[in-house]
């Protein structure tokens, strides 16, 4: 018995196992050492996923916390963007006193971009409720105002003269300008 096998059949054998073991080759030389890397880059794009979508959160935590200090302290921001007038300053609070005096109007050192000046004031008043009723209403002013202590009171009869020092912290446009231009 004799098992008829034809060209053609040994032919397409031979062809089958070739095509066999270049598939086997090439998997094991290329698609295999690919498919680990690709699990690397897998694993990485994950981490990085996760690490994106942690900055993401913390940006958008961080950015409703500035727009609600923004909303909550927006009396402060346009008060640092108002020039401070001593004029303006004694027409406004000359009321509350018998004399309102701005002595002094020097300008200090820049600090961190905010000009500061340092303005002396000496008053008259006959109580001293009338002088803190004046610094409640400097707290809602149109400036930033620091009132440096000691705050000196002197009885001369029936009226207290009292003096004390002032800073006014207005933000230097002229340096925030300079500084847009150079960035």
Do not use: C
């Not at 096998?5 to 031979?14: D, N, P």
């Not at 900055?55 to 921001?77: A, G, P, V, W």
């Amino acid at each position: 018995m004799m098992s008829k096998i034809t060209r053609q059949s040994i032919f397409i054998l031979i062809i089958s196992i070739f095509l066999f073991i270049f598939v086997l080759i090439f998997s094991f030389s290329s698609l295999i050492p690919e498919g680990k890397e690709y699990r690397k880059e897998k694993t990485n794009l994950l981490i990085q996923k996760k690490d994106l979508q942690r900055y993401q959160n913390f940006e958008s935590q961080t950015y409703d916390t500035l727009k609600k200090l923004q909303s909550d302290n927006r009396h402060i921001i346009t008060a640092f963007d108002k020039e401070f007038s001593p004029k303006r300053f004694i027409k406004k609070y000359k009321s509350s006193f018998n004399s309102l005096e701005v002595t002094k109007v020097k300008e200090l050192d820049s600090e961190e971009n905010f000009s500061v000046y340092d303005v002396k004031t000496s008053s008259q008043i006959s109580t001293p409720t009338v002088f803190y009723k004046f610094l409640d209403e400097i707290n809602k002013s149109d400036w930033i105002i620091a009132i440096n202590f000691p705050i000196e009171f002197e009885r001369n009869g029936e009226v207290l003269n009292s003096s004390f020092k002032m800073k006014i912290y207005s933000n230097s446009k002229d340096s925030n300008n300079s500084e847009l231009v150079k960035k």
